[in-house]
Each structure stands twice: as C-alpha cells, then as structure tokens.
C-alpha cells in the first residue's frame, strides 16, 4: 500500500467518524504505518498536521450548521465533536477568527472541505500553487523614487511599528501645515546600524510613496532615493499580534518558495503598512524573487557517523528556548575560549506535529568529527549519520517546511524506500567563509529511510 493510500484511509475514517475522538495509535493501524511514520507523511501529503486537519474539518462542518440551520450553539458544538460549548468557542475562533454567534451573523463563510489526495496529486503545479495559497500573488514592483526616515531603535521588536507611527505623525504635521491632502503609501525595511558605544543598535528605514502632490519636498526629516523595485511574492496580512508578521513571512519562506517555480532574488525585502485613522490594521508582506532557473534533486546518500551536540526545547516555544540557549552558549564559549569555529550548525524538530502541541520539539546544535568533542561541554550529545538518507541541498526557506513536505512526497511515490521511523531528520547548513550569510548560506536536509524491498 503506497503513503497516499495510507493516509486516504486516515482521512475517509475520519470522515465517517468525525464527532467521536480518535487515539492516533488506531488511525496509524488502519494506514498500516506507525504513528510517527502517520504525523510525518500526512503533513507531507495533505498540508496539515493530522490534529490540525480534524479540528478544522470538525469546525467547518459546525459553521455549516451555524449558517444553514436553527439549532443551538451548544448542540452544534456536541454534534461536532465538542464537549463543552467553551472548548468548541475557543477553537471555533482561532480558526475562522469569530466566535460562533458573531459568525451566525456575519457576511462571510468559512469552508474546509475533506482533502481527496487522489485530485490533489493530479493538479498541475501552477493550479496547486494556487489554491493552496490563494493568499500569495506575485507582482512586479516598478522602480522609482521614495522619500526615507532612518528610524533607529536599541531593540528589535516593536521597531516597524513605532517607525511607521513617528513617521504618520510628521507627514500629518506637514499636511496640516501646508493645508494638502496627499495620498501616500508607506513601506518599510530593517537595516543594519553600527553599534554605538558598544550598545547594540537596529536600524528600520521606513519608504514614502508619494502618489501625488509635494508633500515632503524640502523637509529635512526624510531624505530621497531610489528604490529599484523588482519582482515579488506578496502576502497580506493581519497587523496583530506581533507574531503574525514572523508566522506571515515563514508562510512565505518555509511554504510558498519551495513548491513555487521561483526563488529568492536579490533585491530588498519590503513591508507595506496599511491604516485605519493611523492606526496599523494589516500588511503586506513583499518577498524577493526571481524565476527559478535550476532544479536541486534529491539524492540518495550514505552517511558516515557525526557528533552532535545540542540544545532540545519542548512545547510551544521550544524553538524560541532551543535557539536562545545554543547562542547563549555560543556567545559565552568564545568569550571564555576565543574559539568561534565548532562545526557545523544544525537544526531539525518534529514535523508533522503542531508547533502549540506539548509533544512539540526543536532541536539546534552543531555537528563535529568524533575528536573534534573537547570544549563543547554544556550540550548534549549524541551520534547521527551512518545509514542511508534521502538529500537535498537548498537555500536556507525558514522552517523548510515546503522542502520536507517535497522530499516527503518523494519517498512516497518512488515505491522504493520507507522512512526510517529509527533516526531523526536533520537540516546541516553551509556559510562560504566572506560570503553574504543572508543570501549564500546552503542547507543539506537529510531524511533517513530505508529499503522497500
């Protein structure tokens, strides 16, 4: 039985059943696969993490009931696999993003139908692409000259949107003064400042488009360049929480470019600000490509046996905890040693779960030669490698979720290899020394498999 049949199963029995509980250990049965084989492939296949998808199935065949029918929300919620109406309200709007009753009487519809792998596997890449992220466009940004505001800050977050406020607030000084009104859109980019006085310093130039009008002429706050534009993927998005704007990139990074037929260009990230009475309601979000010109195939590789040491964070922040310690780490090692070269840096956590699961984890080392140990003390240690894998060489897409899911995808329709449930994944990434660490910086993914036969 091929993974795709595995995991139709999965998805028809939960179909059949969708108000009753299911222990993954009895879905992994009918796919004939284990459970960590059933995470790892029916995200591969479907997009979602299992969990995730029979939570948004559950919520779309409740909105149906919501809007077409007369019952009560708390039937709804019994009927939909809920046992309180308090859990079902909960998960009803971080879904759909309104509590049930406020949905019953809004003007918008929510829909998440049951994913037939059968049609997704037939669609033409471009058709994919497009109803996955219906959100992405891709657009040409036509060069031109802006007016800037360097705004300078001692600490990264919260910096875009204080550096859009100081500017709404000088161009709303200018317009009162002058008695104009003058159309303009505001973008936004980080920069890099030098440090000042050995205090760390961030750098966010925010970019005027003026659309018509002379506004800012002659204002010593904003200065004029050019802004050399260029093709783009664009992503609207909420302006909050906070968080959104990082989960809005990754979506882009991790998910968007690798299944794409682009990759990332060289010219600027941008951010679009848009308000309601100066106040930031959402964004746009504009990613840097071009047309991709080679394809990166996956090979099979065998691997000699590396050390690694390793920082594991768990839960929902586990990989905010394991980055921080490994710095941390890092920063106190070549402070004491003065050694800052120490291998290899990694990363690998578990896909296929939900990153807001308590069974989340991320893990963040370096890989070393087995003598090469002494002076990495305050890791973990541990042995990977020396088996057969399955190997891509990308560029550097966030969370590297759309390459796994690719690679996933692969070893599912060649037939001829299993994952190896035994040894975990691993991504090894490669600086050239002098290099742009932003733009030339190459990841290795490893997936460990083994024979079919």
């Known amino acids: 039985m091929s993974y795709a049949d595995s995991?139709?199963?999965?998805?028809d029995l939960i179909e059949e059943r969708l108000e009753e509980e299911f222990e993954l250990s009895s879905l992994a049965e009918v796919a004939y696969i284990s459970v960590a084989q059933l995470y790892r492939v029916f995200y591969a296949l479907t997009g979602h993490p299992i969990k995730d998808y029979i939570r948004k199935r559950r919520i779309s065949v409740s909105a149906n009931h919501l809007r077409n029918s007369k019952l009560a929300v708390e039937e709804i919620a019994w009927m939909s696999g809920f046992e309180t109406y308090h859990a079902f309200a909960k998960v009803f709007k971080k879904i759909v993003g309104l509590t049930p009753a406020a949905y019953r009487q809004a003007n918008i519809f929510f829909s998440f139908e049951p994913i037939q792998l059968q049609e997704q596997v037939a669609y033409m890449e471009d058709r994919d692409q497009m109803e996955r992220f219906p959100d992405v466009k891709v657009v040409r940004f036509m060069p031109g000259r802006m007016h800037t505001y360097?705004?300078?800050s001692d600490q990264v977050e919260g910096m875009e949107n204080e550096g859009f406020r100081i500017v709404s607030e000088?161009?709303?000084?200018?317009?009162?003064?002058?008695?104009?009104?003058?159309?303009?859109?505001?973008?936004?980019?980080?920069?890099?400042v030098p440090d000042e006085g050995g205090e760390p310093r961030y750098g966010y130039k925010v970019l005027i488009e003026l659309q018509e009008g002379k506004l800012i002429d002659?204002?010593?706050?904003?200065?004029?360049?050019?802004?050399?534009?260029?093709?783009y993927a664009v992503r609207k998005i909420s302006a909050s929480p906070?968080?959104?704007?990082?989960?809005?990139?990754?979506?882009?990074?991790?998910?968007?470019?690798?299944?794409?037929?682009?990759?990332?260009?060289?010219?600027?990230?941008?951010?679009?600000?848009i308000a309601y009475n100066g106040k930031v309601t959402r964004m746009n979000l504009y990613l840097p490509v071009q047309r991709k010109l080679d394809y990166k195939p996956i090979e099979i590789v065998e691997l000699a046996e590396v050390h690694a040491c390793y920082f594991r964070?768990?839960?929902?922040?586990?990989?905010?905890?394991?980055?921080?310690?490994?710095?941390?780490?890092?920063e106190k090692r070549a402070e004491v040693t003065g050694l800052t070269n120490t291998g290899n840096y990694y990363m690998s956590y578990a896909y296929g779960h939900s990153a807001d699961s308590d069974d989340y984890w991320w893990e963040n080392g370096i890989l070393t030669g087995v003598r090469e140990l002494k002076g990495l003390t305050g890791l973990k240690e541990k042995r990977i490698g020396f088996s057969t894998y399955a190997c891509c060489i990308s560029r550097t897409y966030g969370m590297l979720g759309g390459v796994l899911e690719n690679m996933h995808r692969w070893i599912a329709a060649s037939g001829s290899y299993l994952l190896d449930e035994k040894r975990q994944w691993f991504a090894e990434y490669y600086t050239p020394d002098g290099r742009d660490v932003e733009h030339e910086t190459i990841v290795k993914v490893y997936i460990p498999i083994q024979s079919n036969s």
Do not use: C
Request: charged content about 25%; proline content about 4%; aromatic content about 12%.
């Open 218 to 231: 002659n204002s010593p706050d904003f200065t004029e360049e050019m802004f050399n534009g260029g093709l």
């Open 242 to 273: 906070p968080r959104t704007v990082q989960e809005g990139w990754n979506r882009l990074l991790s998910e968007w470019l690798p299944r794409s037929t682009f990759e990332i260009g060289n010219h600027q990230y941008v951010e679009e600000f």
């Open 7 to 11: 995991v139709q199963r999965v998805i």
């Open 150 to 152: 360097l705004y300078l």
């Open 170 to 192: 000088k161009l709303a000084a200018l317009a009162a003064k002058m008695n104009v009104k003058s159309r303009v859109r505001i973008f936004g980019h980080n920069v890099e």
């Open 313 to 330: 964070g768990h839960g929902p922040a586990a990989q905010a905890d394991a980055e921080r310690r490994l710095i941390d780490w890092y």
